[in-house]
């Protein structure tokens, strides 16, 4: 993992986002760091070692980019479109997105423990070793993609399709599921029992 530094800010215990040495609320001018970010993101065919965490971005495509080994946590989505990147080692923990596109993704390991979903479209991906724990999903799709060794333990999952996905070793163990689909997926390869399995 990259070297994360701490906001110089006096007593502040969140993270520096990269290059400015303060979080998100102690820079002077967030506005422009996240608008630099946004360019980054646009100009880049591959990011690395980026931590923006509690970042905000909307309406923006950066489809087709390499992500590696970065941090958004806590971070805000509104309609951008993810569709065709490679996602290795991506953290997006508790982060909110909304109406965002993940199509066509080649997404490993990276994490997306205890964000909320909402109308986000993550079909034909492959989204294999990925953490979905605690994920309040409602009104996604996961349709063709291959989930393989994924988990969406203690995950609030509605309104959501799983159709003709590999399920082989995902785990749903200990989720609320509303209206959810798993037509024409293997589902009985993945785990739904009530406790956690070591
Ligand atoms: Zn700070």
Redesign the pocket.
């Known amino acids: 993992m990259f070297e994360i530094e701490?906001?110089?800010?006096d007593g502040?215990?969140?993270t520096?986002v990269t290059g400015t040495g303060?979080?998100?609320?102690?820079?002077e001018n967030p506005a422009e760091v996240t608008e630099g970010i946004s360019r980054r993101l646009k100009e880049n065919e591959t990011i690395k070692n980026l931590n923006a965490e509690y970042i905000e971005l909307s309406d923006m495509s950066i489809a087709g980019k390499n992500l590696y080994v970065s941090r958004f946590s806590h971070g805000v989505f509104n309609r951008v479109d993810f569709s065709g990147c490679s996602l290795r080692i991506v953290f997006f923990d508790f982060c909110v997105f909304r109406d965002c596109l993940f199509k066509n993704t080649d997404m490993k390991y990276s994490v997306f423990a205890g964000a909320t979903l909402n109308g986000c479209d993550f079909s034909s991906s492959d989204t294999v070793h990925c953490n979905f724990n605690r994920v309040t999903a409602k009104g996604c799709s996961f349709n063709g993609s291959d989930l393989y060794f994924s988990t969406f333990a203690y995950s609030d999952i509605s309104d959501t399709t799983f159709v003709d996905c590999n399920l082989k070793k995902v785990r749903f163990n200990n989720t609320k599921r509303i209206e959810v689909s798993f037509k024409y997926s293997n589902y009985e390869e993945a785990f739904f029992g009530e406790s956690p399995r070591l």
């Open positions: 701490g906001c110089k800010h502040c215990l969140l520096a303060y979080c998100f609320y102690h820079l």
